[in-house]
């Protein structure tokens, strides 16, 4: 009888910390999700919560544990500020597919703790778009029309 392949054997490292099979600094566990701390912070205090399920992108997650991921995580932000690490902001950042920058193929919802002069700046990223608001409005319908498929409506 041949054995079920490791989480750590699979190759995805989150779920091998989820299924304790790798070691990380963990701050928060439950049934659903798994908090801790990123192993090349941006910050110190950086904070990454990951579903126990492996989910490669949003896509992949159930609404129940995308809502949980996300309570989890500001639950953590809350924690943060009143921490010593006492960060003068908090950033939620997370990256779908690889265009996105994602780079750890698990989905994952950063928790950055920010701090003045701390030098991570969404500033660095490339620009913003001007767009017309006929364009602005076509686009609104476009997703309306879009989740009404998604939905049979």
Not at 28 to 55: I, N
Not at 58 to 74: F, K, M, N, P
């Amino acid at each position: 009888m041949t054995r079920a392949a490791t989480a750590t054997e699979q190759g995805c490292t989150f779920c091998a910390i989820a299924a304790h099979e790798a070691e990380a600094s963990t701050v928060h566990e439950d049934e659903t999700v798994v908090a801790f701390m990123d192993l090349h912070p941006v910050t110190p205090g950086h904070l990454l919560v990951v579903p126990r399920h492996h989910a490669v992108g949003l896509e992949d997650l159930d609404e129940t544990t995308g809502g949980h991921v996300w309570a989890v995580a500001h639950d953590l932000a809350r924690t943060l500020r009143r921490s010593t690490f006492r960060p003068e902001g908090i950033n939620f950042f997370l990256c779908d597919g690889e265009v996105a920058f994602q780079t750890v193929f698990h989905l994952h919802l950063h928790v950055l703790p920010r701090y003045t002069g701390d030098g991570w700046s969404v500033e660095n990223l490339p620009g913003t778009l001007d767009r017309d608001r006929r364009l602005l409005d076509s686009d609104a319908h476009e997703i309306k029309a879009a989740a009404a498929r998604l939905t049979g409506d």
